[in-house]
């Protein structure tokens, strides 16, 4: 089981850096951005969860795997090779960053919920913020840092996933850990494949000519 | 008195919801960036508050009535019938929510130095920015996430009521605590309407062509 | 040493608010919004690293003479007349101020690590990351809320500067604390100058017409 999870942190942490390394470089940013869009994307979101849990410092520093495997992502595909490799197939990149990215944020939404129960927290409302905090704040981040509009607030159903995962993961988490974890993981894969396969997006308010607010 | 400022509360919290809504739905978000916006911009003043407190988990989560109202506002200015009636006469829309947003900016930078108080923060400086932050920085997150120039930053003497109260209230404290939330709250409330009619505006840098810096 | 180091303190806060001031400026922000970019630049650094280290609240409102410092450089900046005159030798004004902004980062950087050792950190990764985040950090702040892309990701070898310097200085401190905060900001100081000597700058990803990720 630990070493699933651990698995599962590592194909979500490679997902995440790719994504913060191609907006960097998207934006002309100099290796180094790249590098440091990269790692916030991937331990962004759990140092968010440990400063609202107050795990200082936060426990990202202890465990530097995370940010070593994001750095090193992030150096690879800076080879235009690598890049252009990648792109050969462009459907197939797709589909295997899609599954990466929801595999990543279905076990980091579980593990902030599991670290806010392990730091003894029993408050439901805090235990749904910061799982869904771990999953998309290292995203925000990234976003906010780019200058773009976050992801999350336009596009898709990406933090409702992560929403309706953290939900049952801690509903679940009293009666049965394994039954949360893996329920609340496979629930947010389930909902971004279904979104990505038949399109699923949320609705926009209308806005009209005569709106004037 | 515990009514009251409760009441004030809940005012607040409604009108910042209501900014917050208003800015997603402008930049075309979908209806959980519009929920999450209106709860940011109500609650994340406050969560950065604790955050400089050291009060961990902020105390919002103990408290989801606030939460709950900015959720509730969101959706019901989602419905575009709502935001037709608003409109209907924008005059009085436009006096309510001035009167509103002020409220809400008087009773929180008065709440957020009281808990200062309470955790025992003596600090005359630290005071006043907690203030003003839980005062203010619901907004300035609304505006980064939005990715528009902090409203306070550009626009009319909003931060500077809020310093003005804060340090009023900061002052009165040790010698009456109902004094200096209310002085605090009103001295906001005040120089925001005066603001408001007589179009006080702070001065800018005037910047000319042969600057060069 | 003492001394010396609030010298160097002084200096780079100087040179931090002018960057902060000048920023606010150039958006056409009105005079609170420019005191307080100066006052972010220059001591959000060091908030941002006390909150992960969980020195709350953050020690900066223990010593407010930084913060003082920084206001009254944004208000002696607000003068046209002082910027027409700094703007007078313009070649001289860039010299002076890459030679305090590098004071400043050195400084910062090793403060940064010394604080964390203070508090009992002997991570060498969590050492280097607050000795960055205190050196580059109310920089960021600064350029998020002006609506700019982070200085530190597209222009010159600025961070990595820190990153070196933190680096030599958290590998010499067990050794000798006085080397490694003389070596540390020295070897800042060496880099930056380097750098603007010889145009250095980092490398960027090669994007082809073919890029399709």
Redesign the interface.
């Known amino acids: 089981m630990e070493t699933f999870i651990f698995a599962a942190e590592i194909i979500g942490t490679i997902a995440f850096a790719v994504s913060g390394a191609?907006t960097?470089?998207?934006?002309?940013?100099?290796?180094?951005?790249?590098i440091?869009?990269a790692m916030t994307t991937a331990v962004g979101g759990g140092?968010l969860r440990d400063?609202?849990?107050?795990i200082?410092?936060?426990g990202t520093?202890?465990h530097?795997v995370y940010?070593i495997v994001a750095t090193a992502t992030a150096v690879i595909l800076?080879f235009?090779a690598v890049?252009?490799l990648?792109?050969r197939n462009?459907t197939v990149?797709h589909r295997i960053m899609l599954f990466m990215d929801s595999v990543g944020l279905g076990i980091f939404t579980v593990v902030g919920i599991q670290t806010a129960f392990e730091h003894g927290?029993r408050?439901i409302?805090?235990l749904v913020?910061?799982g869904v905090l771990t999953g998309v704040g290292g995203g925000?981040i990234r976003d906010?840092?780019?200058?773009?509009?976050?992801y999350?607030?336009?596009?898709h159903?990406y933090?409702?996933a992560s929403i309706a995962g953290a939900v049952l993961c801690a509903a679940l988490w009293p009666i049965n850990r394994l039954a949360a974890f893996a329920g609340g993981a496979a629930l947010i894969l389930l909902i971004r494949f279904l979104a990505a396969s038949f399109r699923w997006?949320?609705?926009?308010?209308?806005?009209?000519q005569?709106?004037?607010?």
Chains 1, 2, 3 share one sequence.
């Open positions: 191609l960097a470089m998207r934006k002309n940013m100099d290796v180094f951005g790249v440091i869009l140092i400063l609202i849990l107050g200082q410092p936060p520093f202890g530097p940010g800076f235009p890049r252009r990648l792109g462009i990149y927290n408050n409302f805090l913020f910061v925000v906010v840092l780019a200058g773009d509009t976050p999350i607030f336009v596009k159903i933090a409702c997006s949320l609705p926009r308010a209308a806005i009209f005569e709106d004037v607010l």
